[in-house]
């Protein structure tokens, strides 16, 4: 559903994405994991095309993207930090949303908006809305057109833990229907039960893509915090080992 080829992106002097390579396929949960400014959302971004890599390709579904936006469309995206229009009030953006698409109410996805009560506070414009708030709308948004692929950068901080849990829900269940769901999150209980594969980035380098299953085996650990730990520690003695290689060989 997504390939990704060779990747990089610099923000002038600084490697944002190192030459990344995968493959993320339907039905898969893909946990991106790394460090803060490991490059997770410069790598979203890319996907979606709101961030132009410097080399390197992109496909959605077999067709390159470049320029053409229209393969959006198939792309629920809830960003780190959603921007509105100040003075547009709740109700106004999403129909809005869905008159661009021509959908009417009947077509779309109000689950999230009704679980979150945000019916309730239609009225109310972005501008007046609690960090919270704003990031339900931009989850309610996401799943909104019902897509094929989504992409949730950070989506439970900020929430309060029972919006969490409602949130985790729903991302389960669109699981269940076969979706492609790319997701970041520091809370890496949060990620417990929905990732089925694990990407791993450090300083816009690709660590590892791997199996949760292949990596529970691998570390003998349950818990994806526990197998993250233990992965990065074996990882650590494995660079070390390779400095080490490299420095008898330069010394050659
Ligand atoms: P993450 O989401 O993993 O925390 P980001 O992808 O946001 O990391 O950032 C990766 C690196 O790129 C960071 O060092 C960040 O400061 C830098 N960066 C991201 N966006 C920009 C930008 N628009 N201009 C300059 N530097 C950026
Ligand atoms: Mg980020």
Sequence with gaps: MIRI?????????????????AIF???QVISLIGPNG??????????????????????????????DPSYRSQIGYMPQIGRYPDN??????????RDIRKLSESDVDADLLVKFNLMSIFEKPMRTLSGGTRQKVSA????????????????????????????KEKIMQEKKKNKLILITSHI???LDELTTDVMYLQEGRMVFLKDINALRQETGEDKLGKVIARVMRDNKKNSL?????????SSD
């Design 25 to 27: 396929n339907r039905g």
């Design 241 to 249: 080992w390779i400095d080490e290689v490299l420095a008898m060989k």
């Design 188 to 190: 890496l209980s949060d």
């Design 88 to 97: 547009m009030q709740i109700g106004h953006l999403f129909r809005m949303m």
């Design 38 to 67: 490991s490059g997770k959302t410069t790598l979203i971004k890319s996907i979606l095309g709101l961030v132009k890599a410097d080399s390197g390709n992109i496909f959605i579904n077999g067709k390159q993207i470049n320029g």
């Design 5 to 21: 080829e060779n990747i990089n992106k610099k923000f002038k002097k600084l490697q944002a994405l190192n030459d990344i390579s």
């Design 140 to 167: 309610a948004l996401a799943f909104y057109f019902n897509p094929a692929i989504l992409i949730l950068d950070e989506p439970t901080a900020g929430l309060d833990p029972l919006s969490s849990e409602i949130l």
